[in-house]
């Protein structure tokens, strides 16, 4: 079975720079300057954010819902990332 957890992209005004946070993994808070950065960010840092907030959730696959807020290039997607280690 795969859980699903969404993540809110925005660009900083001021810098440019990709933000990516969710209300579904609390402590998510990642900066990048590209997709694939944040991409990379989130494969380091969502797995151990997710066990520590969810530790009921079995290690198995999950999907990961970008949504960006208004930003004129960026879509909606969402990928599969595997929760185990």
């Given at each position: 079975m795969?859980?699903?957890?969404?993540?809110?992209?925005?660009?900083?005004?001021?810098?440019?720079?990709?933000?990516?946070?969710?209300?579904?993994?609390?402590?998510?808070?990642?900066?990048?300057?590209?997709?694939?950065g944040i991409m990379d960010a989130l494969i380091d840092c969502a797995p151990e954010l997710i066990r520590q907030n969810h530790p009921d959730l079995p290690e198995d696959e999950y999907c990961v819902s970008f949504a960006p807020v208004r930003h004129p290039v960026l879509r909606s997607c969402t990928t599969a990332l595997a929760l185990a280690a």
């Open positions: 795969a859980y699903s957890f969404s993540v809110e992209l925005v660009v900083c005004e001021e810098t440019g720079v990709l933000v990516a946070t969710s209300d579904d993994i609390p402590g998510l808070v990642l900066e990048a300057e590209t997709f694939g």
